[in-house]
């Protein structure tokens, strides 16, 4: 055997193989369900390198698996799922849109532009981040009635477009006398 294949060399028990099997399978992340994949494939002998060219990764993730694996186990395994991006909205802003927000019923804009007044610098994001912000921290707000005024004239007007009888005077009908 060559040093490469001593350094990722596993071994696994039935229900260490079941396991990896089922996550290969049904895991709800990705990265999780390849490294599962790639595990499998190193039990069954493949080279890092091929293993890592057949899932899209480095043959040094395939490497990192299975020092994780073998240090930690299955938590070994699935640590590491630290990926995405960086918040854009810093939580000092956001504490700062909540309290104003639950002062009194401001619209979104109206908020944004307390908060930016509050700290003296610009909002490092959009009106929807922030608005995502602050539902993700359970709270949640309407629209004020200024805002709706606009969708409610639309709806009306909409809505007139059927004719309407006049109540006061009747009906004509077509016999003319």
Not at 19 to 32: G, I, K, S, V, Y
Not at 35 to 43: I, M, P, W
Not at 95 to 109: F, Y
Request: hydrophobic share 35%; proline share 4%.
């Amino acid at each position: 055997m060559s040093r490469t294949n001593q350094k990722c060399k596993i071994e696994l028990s039935e229900a260490e193989m079941t396991t990896l099997e089922q996550m290969a399978l049904n895991h709800p992340h990705r990265d999780f369900r390849v490294r599962a994949t790639g595990l499998l494939h190193l039990v069954r002998g493949g080279k890092p390198k091929e293993i890592g060219d057949r899932l899209g990764v480095s043959h040094q993730a395939v490497y990192n698996w299975s020092h994780a694996w073998r240090n930690l186990g299955l938590i070994g395994l699935l640590g590491g799922h630290a990926g995405g991006r960086k918040t854009v909205l810093p939580a000092a802003l956001l504490d700062t849109a909540e309290a104003i927000a639950r002062s009194e019923a401001l619209s979104l804009p109206q908020i944004a532009k307390r908060v930016e007044a509050t700290h003296q610098c610009a909002l490092p994001c959009c009106l929807d981040t922030l608005s995502n912000g602050l539902k993700a921290r359970g709270f949640s707000f309407k629209r004020t009635r200024f805002s709706l005024k606009k969708n409610a004239s639309k709806r009306i007007s909409s809505a007139c477009k059927v004719p309407l009888v006049n109540s006061a005077k009747a009906p004509e009908t077509g016999n003319a006398t």
